[in-house]
């Protein structure tokens, strides 16, 4: 693994740094053995890190060509926000370790230092959804998912941020030591050995603000009716435009149509009813506008890949401390209809 001072190793990377050192550098002798070998690798000049922390490894960048599986963690900051350049060095030690056969792993940003390297080009690829846009922009020749948590492409593998890093670790062992085995150390672990569905279900998908000042109030007119069955007529009729005015207008300001808004906006007010609300599946589909359970469903296996339920287990919170009296009253009637009667005992 690369662990250099020149990454930074800032403190929200630390969490990343430290998967492959707790699934591969913990030997576990009842599951496997021999386990893991791990190496940590830097420059060899230590120092400080971004975070503080004094680092100093036993391995350098030139012992990447030696290993079976190479895995980057993160890189700097300042290389995914700012297009700062990565060191040279750690580049051309990735792409000698790739020339001299090894399984090359990223986890979140560590995408940036293999498309760096050439590595990524002509691939599939992903990262943590809030940077899959600038490591598509940068590198175009990368083909960039970013609805999934991790991207195994056989002798080169990328995953999405933080606890991805994890599945995409978990998922190693799994093809090197079988199911089994990865089953068990995830136990150990006290997590999930494969969740469902992919980061899509974690992404903010807030459409950003309209430029076209003129919009705002006829999106937020739309946002309070979206339990209507509303129209690109009925927008553009608010917005005292025609529809192919209207059309123009949005897809302009927001980058998709009025229907893909449309849709959108209902399933966000989906995702904030399962978080929020102990409303059953079929009244959650009506207040969000997506009509029936089945269509609920549909749509967030189609744009988040779970289901409803599976979403609702993984972002518990119930009905909100202030919500009013009127959604109370709607929640616990809810929760009673649903209720059997009677419980027969046998």
């Known amino acids: 693994m690369v662990a250099t001072e020149e990454i930074g190793v800032p403190s ?20 496997a053995d021999p386990w893991y070998e791990l190496w940590l690798c830097g420059s060899g000049e230590g120092g400080t890190t971004a975070s503080g922390f004094s680092l100093r490894t036993p391995h350098t960048l030139d012992d990447l060509a030696r290993a079976d599986t190479v895995v980057v963690p993160s890189v700097p900051d300042a ?21 001299a056969g090894a399984r090359m792993v990223s986890l979140c940003t560590g995408a940036f ?48 941020g ?33 969740r469902p569905g992919g980061q899509a279900q974690f992404i903010d998908q807030s459409v950003p603000a309209a430029d076209d000042a003129g919009l705002a109030p006829v ?9 209507e069955p509303l129209t690109v007529r009925d927008l553009a009729h608010r917005a005292a435009v025609s529809p192919r005015t209207f059309y123009r207008r949005l897809q302009a300001a927001t980058g998709t149509t009025p229907v893909q808004w449309l849709l ?14 102990d409303l059953p599946v079929e009244r959650v589909a009506a207040r969000s506008g997506l009509g029936t359970a089945n269509n609920l469903r549909h749509h967030f296996l189609n744009h988040l890949g779970v289901s409803p339920a599976a979403y609702r287990r993984a972002f518990p919170g119930g009905p909100p401390a202030q919500a009013g009296a009127a959604g109370r009253e709607e929640s616990v009637a809810s929760r009673n209809a649903s209720r059997p009667r009677t419980v027969p005992i046998t």
């Not at 999106?219 to 339990?227: D, F, G």
């Open 12 to 31: 929200w990377d630390l969490y990343e740094l430290s998967i492959p050192c707790t699934v591969f550098g913990k030997p576990q002798p009842d599951l």
């Open 79 to 99: 290389c995914v926000e700012e297009g700062a350049p990565l060191p040279s060095a750690l580049v051309e030690a990735l792409r000698r370790a790739h020339a």
């Open 113 to 160: 230092a293999l498309a760096e390297a050439g590595l990524l080009d002509g691939r599939r690829a992903t990262a943590h959804w809030m940077h899959t846009g600038q490591l598509a922009t940068r590198y175009p020749a990368v083909e960039v998912d970013d609805s999934v948590l991790y991207v195994d492409e056989g002798d080169v593998l990328t995953s999405a």
């Open 162 to 194: 933080l606890t991805a890093g994890l599945d995409l670790c978990l998922h190693l062992v799994r093809r090197d030591l079988g199911a089994h085995i990865a089953n068990q150390l995830a136990r150990r672990m006290v997590v999930p050995a494969h």
């Open 219 to 227: 999106l937020e007119w739309a946002r309070a009716r979206l339990e």
């Open 264 to 277: 959108a906006q209902r399933l966000q007010r989906a995702r904030e009813l399962l978080e929020s609300t």
